[in-house]
């Protein structure tokens, strides 16, 4: 597949509110900070929102943003296969934020690492703490071997059991207060009038 149109954070502050502006990361990662104006629909629930992304692209141009990219990046390949032209924001929040630029943030929630921030910490420790039991527990080191094949399978098919299962956590769960998915399709809804 071909790589998807970026967007710069420059050129993104100048047109919020022209553009519709989808956050796919986590509730709880969007909930600690994100760009104004975003809406938030989760990687995982981004085919149950085609439909209102459709209609919402028919009514001008989609961005895309995640922490960094890489799940902006596969949203907007997921998206283009179903016919839906979106941009990838560059650099993602991190970068919005590494510029100066402010975040909006659900009343009451605390940043939340990104998940790949918590991808490879709960690998690397279930990776050493393997090996460490493997001392008294002859064989546990094979758990180890385990999560490293499934790094690899996950660079290979671009996808992520472990962020999956991490994403339904509570920590990183919608906020009392914040705008669920339903809200946002039907956000989305009334900008396709």
């Known amino acids: 597949m071909t790589t998807p149109r970026s967007i710069e954070i420059e ?40 439909p209102a992304l459709r209609a ?25 296969g179903a016919g839906v032209t979106a941009l990838v924001v560059t650099g993602g929040t991190r970068a919005w934020t590494a510029a100066g630029h402010p975040v909006d943030r659900v009343a009451g929630a605390r940043p939340v690492w ?47 059991a472990m962020g999956a299962l991490l994403g339904r956590l509570p920590y990183n769960r919608a906020r009392p207060g914040a705008p669920t998915l339903d809200d946002t399709l039907a956000t989305l809804s009334a900008l396709d009038r």
């Not at 553009?19 to 509730?27: A, E, F, K």
């Not at 919402?56 to 283009?80: D, I, M, N, Y």
């Not at 910490?121 to 050493?128: N, R």
Request: hydrophobic fraction near 50%; aromatic fraction near 2%.
């Open 11 to 50: 050129q993104l502050k100048l047109r919020l509110g022209r553009l519709t502006v989808i956050d796919v990361r986590s509730p709880g990662e969007y909930a600690g900070g994100h760009i104004p104006g975003a809406l938030n629909i989760p990687l995982d629930q981004l085919d149950r929102a085609l």
């Open 56 to 80: 919402a692209a028919g009514s001008g141009e989609l961005a895309v943003v995640c922490a960094a990219g890489p799940r902006a990046e596969h949203a907007c390949r997921q998206l283009a």
């Open 114 to 160: 990104a998940m790949d921030r918590q991808v490879r910490l709960t690998a690397g420790s279930i990776v050493l703490l393997g090996l460490l039991v493997d001392i008294a527990l002859p064989g546990v080191r094979w758990v180890s071997a385990a999560i490293g094949a499934g790094l690899v399978f996950s660079a290979l098919t671009d996808s992520c």
